[in-house]
């Protein structure tokens, strides 16, 4: 028999990166099973445990035999619910056919992103930005397009920077509100420039607003396609119960848009996943249905160490900071400690390693220079981690 050459991976992975967050988590777990003291601030989940009434409401529907498939698109029942979520919570009117349950929020974007770009594509991403979007961008064949914003203007876009990006080629933009790594929340000025270049230039908008129940200084989260009918018949509106309900394993996430958007990410979903876990589903009807007390401690609570690691950060003199209005990472910047020892953020993030503080270096998500610290730990890591990050870079200074 005469051997060819072996086959190949597609081509389709070329330039697609492991999610940096998932790796350094994995590695982080390895390194603590190896019996490494470290404080984990890397985390992109919250450490509280699911709600018990959700975990009650997914054991019944297994004991009530809910372990078969649902259609694709999710069961009717958390479909209406969603409906009424987006109603109740983000000013949109989605009938149930125009939403759809997902496998997380994240298959909810690749959907978007496979259901609305054609392969050369550009999509307008914000940076700094979660490493996700750009290279499912990539794997639907998309170009992503990225726009810095600066913290010195709160990480807000400027109109003009963004519309120097576009070409005739770009399809869509992505935002992100509250915002991964930034915690950065978009204020209605910024939402109606981008709803009204969208509308100019023929663009599909993807919001992704999976942070929404987590905002501060009492900031009410704005959806975009609440601005009007108009762009709301372009934007898939994103979210899910990871984040809010501490649910990030059950993997549910929802989306609602434009009747034709919903129906060609349901054929996609169809060819892939076909409908979430059914009892997890169930578990997130219960979520939808908590009294928002449940929710408000955590939320609280987060606030809480927002303001404890923001305060820390604060008085190390070289740290730059904005503090954050959503989600639960700070992202400050430390570039006054660069060039020396720690060449750039990722040997930053290595020498704080070695002293036993985990964080992601801010190059992950587009964002040079600095590092994205989670406070969705307890009190005591955030000082612990705090002190050894002072005491790491004093040596540095040293
Ligand atoms: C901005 C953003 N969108 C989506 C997701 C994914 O959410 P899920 O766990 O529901 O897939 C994450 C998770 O880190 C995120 O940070």
């Known amino acids: ?66 372990t078969k498939y649902t259609p694709t698109p999710g069961a009717p029942a958390l479909r209406a619910a969603v409906a009424e979520k987006f109603r109740r919570e983000n000013g949109l009117s989605p009938r149930p056919e125009e939403t759809i349950i997902t496998v997380g929020a994240k298959q909810a974007v690749q959907n978007a992103l496979l259901a609305l770009i054609e392969p050369g594509d550009e999509v307008l991403l914000l940076a700094p930005f979660w490493p996700t979007y750009a290279d499912q961008v990539r794997m639907a064949g998309g170009i992503p397009a990225i726009v810095s914003t600066e913290m010195s203007e709160g990480f807000q876009p400027d109109l003009d920077r963004l519309k120097a990006a576009c070409t005739p080629r770009t399809k869509a933009i992505i935002i992100n509100s509250p915002c991964n790594p930034t915690g950065a929340v978009l204020e209605r000025p910024a939402l109606k420039e981008i709803a009204s270049m969208a509308l100019t230039r023929g663009l599909w908008v993807i919001s992704d607003e999976i942070y929404e129940r987590l905002v501060y200084d009492g900031f009410v989260p704005q959806s975009i396609a609440a601005l009007g009918t108009e762009i709301a018949a372009r934007t898939v509106t994103i979210s899910g119960a990871s984040k809010a309900f501490a649910m990030t394993g059950w993997r549910i996430g929802y989306a609602c848009g434009p009747l034709e958007a919903i129906q ?65 990472y700070h992202f400050p910047d430390f570039s006054a400690f660069l060039g020396g020892r720690a060449q750039d953020d990722f040997a930053l993030a290595e020498l704080l390693l070695e002293a036993g503080v985990a964080a992601i270096p801010g190059s992950c998500f587009e964002g040079p220079g600095h590092l994205r610290l989670s406070y969705a730990c307890s009190r005591e890591a955030i000082t612990l981690g705090l002190d050894r990050l002072e005491a790491a870079l004093a040596g540095l200074r040293a």
């Open 1 to 66: 028999m005469t051997a060819v050459s072996a086959p190949r991976i597609s081509s389709r992975l070329a330039g697609i990166k492991p999610s940096p967050t998932l790796a350094l988590g994995a590695r982080i777990q390895r390194l603590k099973a190896e019996g490494r003291d470290i404080i984990a601030l890397n985390g992109g989940e919250p450490d509280f445990n699911t709600p018990e009434p959700i975990i009650e409401a997914a054991k019944l529907a297994m004991d009530a035999g809910l």
């Open 264 to 328: 060609a990410m349901n054929l996609i979903q169809d060819q892939q996943t076909s409908g979430a876990v059914t009892f997890a589903q169930e578990g997130a009807r219960a979520a939808l249905a908590l009294p928002d007390e449940e929710v408000e401690a955590m939320r609280r609570e987060y606030d809480a160490r927002r303001e404890l690691m923001g305060r820390r950060l604060l008085a190390i003199s070289g740290v730059r900071l904005q503090m954050p209005k959503g989600a639960f």
